[in-house]
């Protein structure tokens, strides 16, 4: 069964301060890697997207990571802000179906 | 561009009462798709449309139907409401299916079945 499994499930940080989120997957093969953002209450929002050829993709102070071969995802937040607060959710597209796979999705909270 | 618009935002439901959940996108997307969020779950998929005059069950579809009304439009319906279905609804769309996925997701619906 494809899974997709996110760590941690949820963390605090400081303002301000670095933070990095894990993604492991087992969907193979696979089209691409999605990181969305979703605020609560609101609709996830497309961060970054990268094929299975893609080492790593930037999205302003979001930088996302691939390991095709270990198949694990990162998304590093820079200089987070308070409007970073939201969850963070991996999802791959396999090679063939429309059958997306979500993460359970990283609940970020940013404190001044 | 409006986007991925749905309608309503918020329904309170009894068991057994049906409703029909709406989704338009602006997008000339050709797939489109409905999910449902429940609290510590990830997003499932209930019915997707791979592209006008086509649709195909998800992950999650029983107790649910689906109309891809035209290019724009898909709607999602509950012929009899069940609690196991108070959820927050997404709809979202994709400019292909097999490659892409779903790119742009509406803001929701949150339903209540009581």
């Known amino acids: 069964k494809n899974q997709v499994e996110q760590s941690p499930q949820s963390l605090i940080i400081l303002e301000g301060k670095n933070c990095t989120l894990q993604c492991n997957y087992t969907v193979s093969p696979f089209s691409n890697l999605r990181w969305y953002k979703q605020d609560t209450g609101r609709g996830p929002v497309s961060l970054t997207i990268m094929t299975f050829s893609e080492n790593t993709k930037s999205n302003g102070r979001y930088t996302a990571t691939l390991d095709a071969d270990t198949k694990q995802s990162s998304l590093h937040i820079t200089a987070s802000q308070l409007s970073d607060s939201a969850s963070y959710i991996c999802?791959?597209?396999?090679?063939?179906?429309?059958?997306?796979?979500f993460g359970g999705g990283t609940r970020v909270l940013v404190k001044p | 561009n409006a986007g991925v618009t749905q309608t309503p935002k918020f329904q309170v439901l009894k068991t057994g009462q049906s409703m029909t959940l709406q989704c338009a996108q602006d997008m000339n997307h050709n797939s489109m798709y409905w999910y449902r969020q429940d609290p510590g779950m990830g997003l499932r998929l209930i019915y997707y449309?791979?592209?006008?005059?086509?649709?195909d069950k998800g992950e999650v579809p029983n107790g649910y139907n689906v109309s891809r009304l035209n290019k724009r439009e898909f709607s999602l319906r509950l012929e009899s409401a069940a609690p196991s279905q108070t959820s927050v609804y997404f709809c979202?769309?994709?400019?292909?299916?097999?490659?892409?996925?779903?790119?742009?997701f509406g803001p929701g619906t949150r339903l209540t079945v009581l």
């Open positions: 979202a769309s994709s400019l292909t299916g097999t490659s892409g996925g779903a790119s742009s």
């Open positions: 999802v791959v597209t396999p090679a063939a179906g429309n059958k997306l796979t």
């Open positions: 449309s791979a592209s006008e005059g086509t649709t």
